[in-house]
Each structure stands twice: as C-alpha cells, then as structure tokens.
C-alpha cells in the first residue's frame, strides 16, 4: 500500500511526463509560431493567458487565428511609441486617451504647484504635527525633494484608471455628498490614493484595494447586485498581469506547489517530488 | 441664452419629433439615446451644408451635458466612430455625390474646431482633416468650384489651427494649391481667384490685409 506521498509522487511523474509527450510531439513550427506571439512550449499548461484572463482547457494559442476565445491584448506599447497604441485606431477610443493623458498632465501641473504653495509658508517655522496650515503639510513633509514625485505618463494614467473605477460608483457618490471635504477625519474616511507620490506597483494595487473596500460602507441599501457589480470592476487584469511564480525550496516538505496559476519548469518540480522521496 | 437660442435656429431644419429629441439631449442627455442623437446629426450633416457648419456647437453642447450629468462619452465616442466610419468611405462619396463630399469635410472640420479636450483641439482628427484638404487639393478637385469653395472655407475657419498642429503638412498642403494655381489650366477663374486669396491669406499669417480684404471682398463701381 503506497503512501500518499509516494502516490502523489507517482501521479506527479505521471502528469509531467504526459506534458513531455505533448511538447515533443508539437512541432518546431508550432512552437516557432508560438514563439512570436510571446506564448512558450509551456503555455498550454498555464490558466491564464498572458493577458490575465482565464483560458480554456489545452487550449493553445496560434497566431493570427481569431478564435473566440483567444483575447489579444486591445493596445500595446512599443518603445517608439508615445504611451499605447491600438491595435486598430478607433477615433472614440483615441480622443478619450487623450483626454486621459492631458488631464494627468493638467493634474501634475496642479499637483506642483500645490506642493510649492505647501513648502513656503514652512521654510521659517517649525511644524507641530497639529498644524493644517495646508492642506498637504503632511504631505509635503513626506516628499521632500520636490522631484520625488511620480512622473511616468503610463504608470499615472494606469492610477488615473483605478481610481476612476472607484470614483464611478454610487458608493463615492454618496460619499462626497455625504461628508464634505473639511469633514473627513484620516482613518475613519476613505481617502484616495495620491497617485503623485512614489510606491511600488504592489503597494498602489493595495491601497486602491483598501479604499475602494473602505467605500463599500456607503453602498446604497439594500442593492445586493450593485454590490458585486462594483467588486467586479477593480480591473484583476491589470492587477495580475504577471505570471505567478512558485519558488519550490529543496528543504520545505509543506510546500506544494499549486497547479492554478503557476508555472513550474520540470526541473523545479521534479525537485522538489524528489526532496520528498529522500 | 444666445446661444441656446442659436442652436434652436439651426435645429428648425429638423421635424419637429427630432428636434425635440435634440432639444432633449441638450438639456437632458441622459434620458436619450445618444447613440440615436449622434446618427440624427451626422445624418443631417451629410445632406444640409448650413447645418454641417453648425452642428459643431450643438454637438459640443451634448458632450459637455453628458459630462456633467452623468460624468459618461457615450454621445462623443459614437459621433466620432460614426464619423470615422464616413471618412473612411469619402471616396466612395465624392465618387457617388459632390455635395455630399463637401458636407463630410465641412462637418469634419467643424467638429475639429468645436469638440476640443481640454482646450485642445483633438489629435486624432489633425491627420484625417488633413487627408480631406489634400484631396480637395487634388488637380481633378480643383477644377471644381465647389471644392475649391469647401477647401478654402475650411482653410479660413480651421487653417492656423491645422498649422499649429503639423506645420509641415500645411506647407505641402499649400505647395499643392499654389502650383495648382499657377500650372493648372482647367481652372474656372472663380476657382483661380478663390486660391489666390487663401494663399495671400496664409502669407498674411492668416489673415487678409486692409488692402487685400479691398481687393477681393468689395464691390468695383463702374
């Protein structure tokens, strides 16, 4: 009688090395094709696509076929370009990227002068962490240099993104109408992501996250659909657009590594089914 | 008010159930169908010149409605992909009908100048507006008056805008219509002079010099 160890060992060769068969028997064409659309020999084994978005089973991609399932990326940026670009112009779509981009723009601008504005007033006094002399002086006090502000086009227009998501909810509607501006006490209200300011890519997706739970207490009554619609528009796609990786340790027994989502090389799971054995 | 009542001017070449579907959408954009609203107006653009060089502000009105009340684009997204779709056929237009040729580039141009993003006239447009006055530009337009007119109203209205966007396009543009006039020999005279004027008008740094605006704008006494 086999452990389950030793039978989820068995189960696992038995997998990998069904996907070997499948890799060798796909010919050099096709993986040359698969190549050049960014997908790999491995990309049939995934879940999702490399746009984020759940595939079907086995399902492999082929270039040019515009299978219903097959979701190419709608714009893509090359290093010439200026910011996205369609794949197919469609003059709705630009003009509402252009307004995007020129409001980021305007916004900066705004954002600049305010940060000036907060600096001067404080250059000859001490500042006790009661004063409201602007409205930023925390903030001002937390980006000192004043070129120590977030500036790249996309990653603003990216933020600019996320929280227009959460400010086209009924939810921040009856928010701003419910409690004014001067009103807001830090921690009790949501406050929205400064999106000037530097943080990494994870801390940013975290804190829209927070904020956006944060306005889930003013939900309109009583409207259980509206509820999970407003869930669904936090855009995961964006969020997740990197494949996870799975670091299996040689030394940890507990650490399974979970098919959803990963992608395992052969040589880090056989790895790691061996350290079991040992 | 002047204005709304001069919106209300250019709607009275509608029946009456579309103008009050417009005088709707002015006030209330969210209660229509805004998709609707945009074929009406390109629709009409299409067959009435007056209207083509008009129905910028009223569609300049809707989108800023609709910006307010429900913070959406759906009136300008549909105006200008149903617009894109019309451009791309032109040359099928101007193939089937002159006037409606004239009418697509004078609503086009009329958009460029009215529907600005944040002051801004719309960079996507810069190219396709460009694209019509090259046409017009085109030896076999040329030689009809009601192309040099459209071409030449629209370098009044739009030209130093055009200019400030691609100056570069605006030069080629005009070395067209200057060996046009000089080297083309199926020109009506009206045609020759329309062109003389728009390239005194350029040179003028868009605009016409007392004499010149003598010259060409006011009567001869016998």
């Known amino acids: 009688m086999l452990t389950y160890t030793q039978q989820f060992v068995r189960w696992l060769f038995h997998f990998y090395s069904k996907q070997c068969l499948s890799i060798k028997n796909t010919d050099t064409k096709t993986i040359a094709n698969l190549k050049k659309t960014g997908a790999s020999r491995w990309t049939h084994c995934r879940k999702r696509g490399a746009d984020g978005n759940l595939r079907k089973c086995h399902e492999v991609e082929e270039p040019g076929k515009s299978s219903q399932s097959s979701r190419r990326q709608e714009s893509f940026t090359t290093p010439e370009s200026e910011g996205p670009v369609s794949r197919v112009k469609n003059w709705g779509d630009e003009v509402e990227a252009e307004e995007m981009r020129s409001n980021v723009r305007r916004d900066m601008h705004r954002y600049r002068r305010r940060i000036l504005e907060a600096d001067f007033p404080q250059r000859d006094r001490k500042i006790s962490s009661g004063s409201s002399d602007s409205r930023d002086s925390r903030d001002s006090k937390e980006s000192p240099a004043k070129g120590d502000i977030e500036t790249d086009e996309n990653t603003l227009i990216r933020r600019q993104k996320q929280i227009n998501y959460g400010k086209n909810t009924l939810a921040y509607d009856r928010y701003i109408k419910e409690v004014p501006k001067h009103m807001r006490q830090p921690g009790v209200h949501p406050k929205t992501p400064n999106k000037f300011k530097k943080y990494s890519r994870r801390s940013w997706d975290q804190q829209i996250k927070l904020w956006r739970v944060k306005l889930h207490a003013w939900d309109p009554p009583a409207e259980e659909g509206s509820d999970l619609q407003q869930i669904e528009e936090i855009d995961l796609g964006e969020i997740m657009d990197f494949e996870l990786d799975v670091e299996c340790s040689a030394d940890t027994e507990s650490q399974c590594p979970t098919s959803s989502g990963a992608s395992l090389s052969l040589a880090e799971a056989f790895k790691w089914s061996l350290s079991l054995v040992v | ?222």
């Not at chain 2, 997204?77 to 697509?104: D, G």
């Not at chain 2, 801004?120 to 190219?127: F, G, R, T, Y």
């Not at chain 2, 009809?144 to 396009?169: A, R, S, T, W």
């Open chain 2, 1 to 222: 008010m002047e204005n709304s009542s001069k919106e209300e001017y250019t709607i009275r070449s509608f029946d009456l159930e579309t103008q009050k579907l417009l005088k709707t959408a002015l006030k209330d954009p969210g209660s229509v169908d805004l998709e609707k609203v945009s074929n009406v107006i390109v629709d009409q653009s299409l067959k009435d010149q007056i209207f083509s060089r008009e129905a910028g502000r009223i569609c300049f009105t809707i989108v800023q409605a609709e910006a307010k009340q429900t913070n959406g684009n759906v009136f300008r997204r549909n105006l200008l992909n149903r617009l894109q779709q019309e451009f791309k056929a032109r040359e099928e237009t101007r193939k089937r009908s002159t006037h409606e040729w004239v009418c697509l580039v004078s609503f086009i141009c009329n958009i460029f100048d009215y529907l600005k993003v944040n002051n801004m006239p719309m960079m996507a447009l810069v190219h396709p507006v460009y694209d019509c006055l090259f046409r017009l530009a085109q030896s076999d337009a040329l030689k009809n008056e009601e192309e040099v007119d459209c071409l030449v109203l629209q370098l009044h209205g739009i030209g130093d805008q055009l200019e400030k966007m691609n100056l570069q396009l605006m030069d080629e543009l005009f070395n067209l219509l200057r060996d046009g006039f000089l080297l083309q020999e199926d020109l009506s005279s009206m045609g020759r002079l329309l062109l003389l004027e728009i390239l005194e008008f350029r040179a003028g740094g868009w605009t016409l010099s007392e004499t010149a605006q003598k010259y060409y704008y006011s009567e001869v006494t016998d």
